[in-house]
């Protein structure tokens, strides 16, 4: 593996790991859309368990989802709906767990 590359995979996970933190709702949007354009998901492979959390109204949503990349769009096409019934300053917590597969070296 090159410098390079390395180098590119720290990022990636660098900017991946910035979404899984406590943050409105309004603003945890922005971040998924940010990592999706940026493209950080491409150095993972496998399934994907993933969870909204909103622990002020003790709710959470989960999915399964085939990639990152598509666990990103699912979390993001849900955060979009809460938005609906709530504030955009509602507290939301995003996770994930990788399924199989993990970074791809």
């Known amino acids: 593996m090159t410098e390079e590359l390395k180098k ?5 996970l660098s900017a ?7 943050r409105p709702l ?13 493209g950080a998901g491409i150095f993972f492979s496998g399934e994907v368990m993933w969870h ?3 622990p002020e109204y003790d709710k959470l949503l989960k ?3 085939e990639s990152l990349n598509s666990a990103f769009s699912d979390m993001s096409r849900c955060l979009s709906s809460l ?9 939301v917590l ?3 767990e990788l399924s199989s597969g993990g970074l791809d070296e």
């Open 83 to 91: 938005l609906e019934n709530h504030d955009k300053k509602t507290q």
């Open 8 to 12: 590119q995979m720290e990022e990636s």
């Open 16 to 22: 991946v790991k910035s979404a899984f933190i406590l």
């Open 52 to 54: 909204v959390s909103l």
């Open 94 to 96: 995003c996770s994930v």
């Open 63 to 65: 999915g399964h989802s």
């Open 26 to 38: 309004s603003e945890q949007i922005d971040k998924i859309l940010e990592i999706q354009s940026s």
